[in-house]
């Protein structure tokens, strides 16, 4: 088995085996609904205890309507790639075209296997990403605090039938306009519609079911600094499993990606950012970092500016058995998320003090602006979320910057550096 | 003939026959392409002389490739109407499901009509509209300016089929942080596909033929003011005709609508706002307003916020001889549009210069974020043109605020304005 950051798997792990999970809870009804900003506690708050977010410890409820669909929404990319057909659920209990709530088995089982033998390197699949996405989530919040000098705030909630999620939100701070970390895990149910969309990507997909239990999990980040020479970083690593009626693994896949958005070009940071990813992919492929750099600028494409959202970097999908062993790409995941904070890091602590003008914080203001224009218009999930009825709006909308400008025939001067980006933006380059 | 304005009508008529059209350019590559700045000039310029922005006299041609496009675009909404599989045009001149450039007889036919006889009363229903919204865009554009203490920017061109489009727009004014006012005229042809999908709303249309040529017109207004206490507002109506093969009219119908999107309310405002439509209504028939601000607070509902986006107003679609001859309708949009002005100016006027605090300025940003939602994501006009290859996006666009902001969880304080604000918009009231 190939780890790629072992000590943080290990880490993970043995967080993850320090307490029991609450046992399963199957009736919705029998939660009291609190109001989420009672959920809310800063990490590593000096005045209580550092609890680590992916812990069960005093974590409580959201409302019960809110909670399928903030585990949907969360993952909405993934989710997505199932129901192509842009068919969102109608309704949090029996979505058209989506997950259906169900007695989840692999849930129970999973919940089981975490208090009786924890979370090693022998659990399933499902197990260890959980672990691992939120052991990254917890290491990426306390370092951009460190940063940043202020603290996220913290909503966690469980849901149902299995699952939660963590949305870590810093806004205003010292270096960041807005930055949202988030992470979700959902166990649900698929219908036969869904199955006979899905296995268009994956064979393994038994069309005869009327539905198939099904599990994902991912970690997603979008950080919008105050400074305009600081780009703006997003990054999500995600996985899908579905399940055969004994509980057995049916089809599995990784997706995810991380890019940049600078609203100036410093090609140093490009060319750092790129060559971060392009190592972390060639540990495990030589053929990954161009094929999913080339993936990565055609599903970021503003279609209706014909630019992309910004430099690029990797972004891939329904990688299964017919790309590699579930080892071999778990282990590329965790390099990818791993070369994550390398990557942007060394250009946050460069940019974030540079000297701006009032036009360069207009230039940054209106790139915020294309920003909003394709999470909105083209994001496939960021409008599934939005479609999904009881959705946690919230936290989809996250990814929006905190300020945003919309300003008619705005051209960039020629030969100014904003329309050296543009020129870039409209015809995607080679970095490393 | 029942005629709501026959004055300013009459006057539309008058300026339209005073300069003959232009030949109808059938060759796009006859046209020197320019770059849409040149194209620019000011409404009421002192400098020259005054050119209503309806005249045919001083405009260029845009680039032939833009042109199709920003007609499309214009009035994306009507057209969206006729195309509800959600298919925009794949290109400009082979649009799939959409429309296909061809011999364009009802423009020729009007093109000479124009020259020949100028516009009369008696003439067709596509040169009155015409004529008529571009009086109106040029009255309201002159009242703003004057309100305002600013001047339009105005971009005009011309289609190759015919028609064409002016966009009127004023930036970062003294009383406006935005406001756009355009009129578009649109020659074209429909597909089979698009006709049979129209039939749903419109018996006339022929099933049986390959492709029927139809003809569009509208006027679009949004005004977002600086000031937090002072209403964005919206207006748009446009007429819609397609024609058999001998150049008659086949099937033709009204739609459009106005609403106002405070960010504080004055019930005495929205109760004038919808007095005033409400008047122009019942003058025609004594169902239509509590039957379109129905519609209107339907339509411009934020699903995934579920509220509405403002205090609504009226909305109409496909209003054609199943509901009134062409004449009754053409009175009742002549007399919704000249309700306009004496809706929204008093309440303007009051609100422009009262004080306001920095809290409200940023209620007032997190207002339009939820405005630029409901435009990226709901709105069907807005999602066709973006979808449209080659679309004049700056004039989509032009709808959204200068400035709008996005912040996590925030929720007005209990017994706040801000916090009745919202309550009205979660449950739509009847203000008349």
């Keep these: 088995m190939a780890l790629a950051r072992p000590a943080v798997l290990d880490a993970a792990l043995r967080q993850c085996t320090r307490a029991p999970r609450r046992p399963l809870c199957r009736h919705a009804d029998q939660h009291i609904p609190l109001h989420p900003r009672l959920q809310r506690r ?18 409580k409820v959201i409302a ?17 790639s199932m129901a192509t057909g842009n068919d969102p659920p109608t309704s949090q209990d029996t979505p058209k ?8 088995t692999i ?16 659990s399933p699949m499902r197990l260890r990403m959980e672990a691992f996405i939120k052991e990254n989530q917890q290491d990426i919040v306390r370092t951009l605090e460190t940063l940043d000098g202020s603290r996220f705030v913290v909503d966690k909630w469980d849901r149902p039938h299995g699952g939660g999620g963590i949305s870590c939100v810093l806004q205003d701070g010292n270096v960041f306009e807005k930055a949202g970390v988030n992470t979700s895990v959902v166990y649900g149910s698929l219908p036969r519609q869904a199955i006979s969309k899905m296995r268009a990507n994956h064979k393994a997909l038994d069309p005869d079911v009327e539905s198939l239990e099904f599990f994902a999990a991912g970690l997603s980040l979008v950080l919008h600094p105050h400074n305009p020479m600081a780009p703006t970083v997003h990054l999500n690593y995600r996985y899908f499993e579905t399940a055969n009626a004994d509980g057995t693994t049916n089809a599995w896949w990784f997706g995810g990606g991380t890019d940049l958005t600078p609203n100036y070009l410093f090609d140093e940071d490009v060319i750092h950012f790129h060559r971060n990813i392009k190592d972390a992919c060639d540990a495990h492929d ?7 750099k080339k993936w990565c600028d055609e599903y970021f494409h503003v279609k209706h500016r014909n630019e992309t959202r910004g430099v690029g970097g990797i972004f891939f999908d329904d990688l299964d058995e017919s790309e590699k ?19 942007y890091l060394p250009i946050i602590q460069k ?3 540079m000297p701006w003008t009032e036009r360069e914080k207009q230039w940054q203001q209106l790139r915020r602006g294309r920003y909003v224009e394709f999470n909105l218009v083209h994001d496939r999930g960021t409008a599934f979320g939005l479609n999904t009825p009881g959705a946690r709006v919230e936290s989809i909308l996250m990814s929006l910057p905190l300020t945003a400008r919309w ?14 980006l543009v020129g870039v933006l409209k015809k995607p380059q080679e970095w490393v």
Excluded at 64 to 80: D, N, S
Excluded at 409 to 420: N, V
Aim: glycine letters at 10%; aromatic letters at 10%.
């Design 107 to 122: 849930a129970e089982r999973d919940n089981l296997s975490k208090r009786e033998s924890g979370i090693t390197a022998h």
């Design 407 to 420: 300003q008619y025939q705005h051209e960039p001067e020629k030969g100014s550096r904003e329309e050296r």
């Design 351 to 353: 940019r974030k003090d």
């Design 42 to 59: 800063w990490i590593s708050d000096g005045s209580r205890p550092p609890v680590p977010p992916g812990s069960p410890g005093p974590s």
């Design 325 to 343: 062993d579930q080892e071999s790409l778990f282990a590329f995941v965790q390099s990818c998320m791993g070369a994550f904070l390398p990557s």
């Design 64 to 80: 019960p309507k809110t909670r399928l669909a903030v585990g949907i929404v969360f993952i909405g990319t993934l989710i997505y």
């Design 286 to 292: 030589k053929d990954y970092y161009s094929r999913f």
């Design 97 to 104: 075209g989506g997950i259906q709530a169900e007695s989840p």
